[in-house]
């Protein structure tokens, strides 16, 4: 019998409880013991969920209160010293590592002020989901500091439920680490030795508390492994195997093809390993190969990455020949990875077409689907089963011929783009000629990203205005109320480029997608991105275009009020894309072409109608980069750049086009190749100076993100100054723009305020000082 079984379920809740549980215990609002209450409580309905549904195996330890790698930073003790002397609770430590914390002293208390930043935050692989990034130095000591995996799969076996606890394995672990500043030269890889025997001690934890079996996550087999790297998995695993006999390991990777690193792994003492088969199934043949014959093969099937209906007739192929290969005893039915990128509930969504619900599955019916799946290859004739099989083809077949999905008219316009869309009138230097007599910029030209704090009062008002509860002509009215008060507050703090604030969007993607046919959009399809924030990715179900222009009336408004330039401000095709659940029935070249001529359309209308600093943010640039190096990351290189290019080279010479950039480690060739004007990078985190020296021969204009718009705390004027003076030793200051790392949706309106003030006056010492 195959057996059916999910890697991790999403943690928020339905109906998002773990946000406004961890939101309101950081405003004082409930206690720790409320919030751990709210936890069990998510954690106890996900388990009940999935064990109703039928699946066999059901993962433990996938609940975190913020970020499963920063849980693990926590449980080895990987705490930098800066996080240690206030003597937080091991909660508020593990907040103060996600999100920075800044506390004022309380002298009648005798309590010492805090004020401690983040700690780097980067993508998950090519997801929208972001992890906190363990940084080692040379003084690390693991050690088991605390008891979470244990806790919780004593929780769940209260509860009746057997579960299969999923820790991140320690070669992973590692990996998607870094060296702290004050140990560049460390290679984490070389603390392996001191991790694994931590390691050991959890997992023996877990078999004394009852745990049979373990998911090790190693999804860094997907990435093309210095030797190093791929060297440890032997010893490593052998070591494990040893000090945890008795235990059996599931080794997993997901998000990719595993092949160039087979080797790596082709020998562990592991029970079984677990492949994305939605991702690659190219691989099918030869990682099936390496079992022995006992050890199992869990088939990733039902993608956790996407919200389109499995196709089961394919499914049902691919696990049937893993069954023929190695008997249906070592065969597991299974999510390709964690559903944790998925939304939970499709039940929860009242407005999608009944046409485009029936092509969705969400991460509470892809448990189903995966049940469906490993009964029917075990023989099941249960009428349900048949049931949902005769409506899953269906589903095939109406989803072949709908009428939503084609569009000929674009479908002829990709076709005919030619490279001359994607070129400006001139280059650069010729460009910025004429734009330095229109723009007169003070040198280091202050700016921000775009977005200013979205008040309750704002989400308040879009939600009477999208209930029906205030008239359209009362909402535009709000709007530019809230424009003209982000306007004047620009002026007063004397900022040189201003924006308008962005107070109607939502979200950058969604507020697009909204307005683009051939996108769908859900009420409650929320996925987590970082912490406490969520977003609600817009689908894209069919050919793409434009009824009409999206974002030009505020921005002429946002103009029309100041004698200061403001920037419009797009979502580029790239993150459009990215930031959507994009077809799997169309490739993502052609998709990124359709929302390209939609941004052009849509750059050109905001010309005409008078704007002259046009910015294409594309946050997302670097997370659609293919996971290893070849044939298709080239080709990502290519598309993906003539795509910002198509949107922005249909503007005049005058007109500039600034694009922006954040959460990654960024490919500085990359970025040139969009030709932008300027760009404004994320930085404030880094930490690193090699991370200054690679910007340093952008051609075009540059501007590094001074400050972390992800943490509530206000860096000092001082602060800033210094920043700015560590890069201008090696940078070029005609070229230095000064902003944020990206905009301030997050924030409140005191830290804003501050901040932004300082940031501007340590601009204008430094003209002082040129
Ligand atoms: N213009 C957007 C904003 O300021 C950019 C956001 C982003 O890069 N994630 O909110
Ligand atoms: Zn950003």
Not at 204 to 219: C, I, R, Y
Not at 240 to 252: P, Q, S
Not at 409 to 433: L, T
Request: aromatic fraction near 10%.
């Amino acid at each position: 019998m195959v057996a059916s079984s999910v890697l991790g379920f999403p943690r928020i809740g339905a109906k998002r409880e773990l946000k406004k549980a961890t939101e309101s215990y950081w405003a004082g609002k409930i206690t720790s013991e409320e919030l751990f209450e709210i936890g069990s409580k998510i954690r106890t309905e996900n388990w009940k969920l999935q064990k109703d549904a039928g699946v066999d195996i059901i993962a433990s330890n996938d609940f975190s209160f913020y970020d499963q790698v920063l849980d693990l930073s926590l449980l080895f003790n990987v705490i930098p010293d800066r996080y240690t002397k206030y003597g937080l609770s091991p909660i508020d430590t593990l907040f103060a590592m996600g999100r920075g914390l800044q506390k004022p002293a309380d002298e009648a208390k005798g309590i010492k002020a805090i004020d401690v930043t983040a700690l780097e935050m980067v993508k998950w692989f090519d997801s929208n989901y972001h992890y906190v990034r363990p940084t080692f130095s040379h003084s690390t000591e693991f050690k088991l500091n605390g008891s979470k995996p244990v806790d919780e799969f004593l929780e769940a076996k209260k509860l009746g439920v057997e579960t299969r606890p999923v820790l991140l394995g320690p070669i992973s672990y590692l990996f998607l680490g870094k060296a702290d500043k004050d140990s560049l030269d460390l290679d984490p890889i070389s603390l392996l030795e001191k991790l694994l025997p931590v390691y050991i001690e959890v997992l023996n934890k877990l078999k004394e508390a009852g745990a049979k079996s373990v998911q090790l996550d190693e999804p860094v087999l997907v990435f093309d492994l210095p030797q190093n790297v791929q060297d440890a998995y032997q010893g490593a695993y052998e070591k494990l195997a040893k000090g945890v006999a008795g235990l059996d390991i599931v080794l997993t990777t997901y998000f990719g093809d595993v092949r160039p690193n087979l080797k790596a792994i082709a020998n562990l003492p592991v029970s079984g390993f677990h492949f994305d088969f939605t991702r690659c199934p190219e691989q099918f043949d030869e990682v099936v190969a390496i079992l022995k014959d006992s050890q199992k093969l869990s088939v990733g099937i039902v993608d956790g990455r996407n919200v389109w209906k499995n196709k089961f007739g394919a499914s049902l192929k691919l696990i049937q020949s893993a069954v023929d290969k190695v008997g249906s005893d070592r065969v597991i039915v299974a999510t390709s990875s964690s559903l944790l990128h998925t939304p939970v509930d499709l039940d929860n969504e009242t407005s999608l077409s009944e046409e485009i619900k029936g092509f969705f599955s969400f991460a509470k019916q892809k448990l189903s689907e995966v049940v469906t799946l490993s009964a029917k290859i075990n023989g099941s004739t249960d009428a349900a089963i048949t049931k949902a099989l005769e409506e899953n083809a269906a589903y095939v077949e109406a989803r072949n011929t709908s009428k939503i999905i084609n569009n000929p008219e674009v479908q002829k316009r990709v076709a005919a783009i030619d490279s001359n869309m994607g070129k400006r009138q001139n280059a650069f230097p010729a460009r910025w000629n004429k734009q330095k007599a229109i723009f007169k910029f003070p040198l280091f030209p202050t700016t921000t990203i775009g977005s200013f704090p979205q008040t309750k009062e704002i989400r308040i008002n879009r939600n009477k205005f999208q209930r029906g509860k205030i008239s359209a002509e009362e909402y535009e009215k709000f709007i530019n109320e809230e424009i003209e008060r982000v306007i004047r507050f620009q002026e007063e703090i004397d900022l040189d480029v201003l924006v308008h604030g962005e107070p109607e969007r939502n979200d950058m993607t969604a507020y697009f997608g909204e307005q683009i046919n051939g996108y769908a959009f859900t009420t409650n399809g929320w996925v987590q991105s970082y912490g406490s924030r969520y977003v609600r990715p817009p689908v894209i179900v069919g050919d793409l275009s434009r009824p009409k222009p999206m974002s030009v009336k505020e921005s002429v408004y946002a103009q029309s009020i100041t004698t200061k330039h403001v920037k419009g401000m797009l979502t580029g095709p790239i993150t459009m894309l990215r930031w959507s659940f994009p077809r799997d029935d169309l490739d993502q070249k052609t998709q990124a072409y359709q929302l390209s001529l939609v941004l052009r359309d849509e750059v050109n209308d905001l010309e005409a109608a008078g704007i002259k600093i046009i910015q294409v943010d594309e946050p997302a640039l670097r997370e659609g980069l293919p996971l290893r190096a070849g044939a298709e990351r080239n080709a990502y290189y290519d598309w993906a750049a003539e795509s910002f290019r198509i949107s922005t080279s249909g503007v005049a010479d005058e007109t500039q086009i600034h694009s922006h950039f954040c959460y990654s480690d960024l490919d500085p060739n990359h970025i040139k190749a969009l030709d932008a004007d300027v760009v404004s990078i994320e930085y404030s985190k880094k930490d690193d100076p090699s991370y200054i020296s690679e910007f340093k021969d952008y051609p075009n204009h540059v501007g590094l993100g001074l400050f972390d718009i992800h943490s509530p705390r206000i860096p000092s004027k001082e602060e800033f100054i210094e920043k700015m003076g560590k890069i201008l030793e090696t940078y070029d200051a005609a070229k230095f723009w000064v902003n944020p790392d990206c905009g301030l949706k997050t924030r409140g309106w005191e830290e804003t305020k501050l901040s932004l003030s300082h940031m501007v006056e340590a601009a204008k010492y430094f003209r002082g000082k040129y």
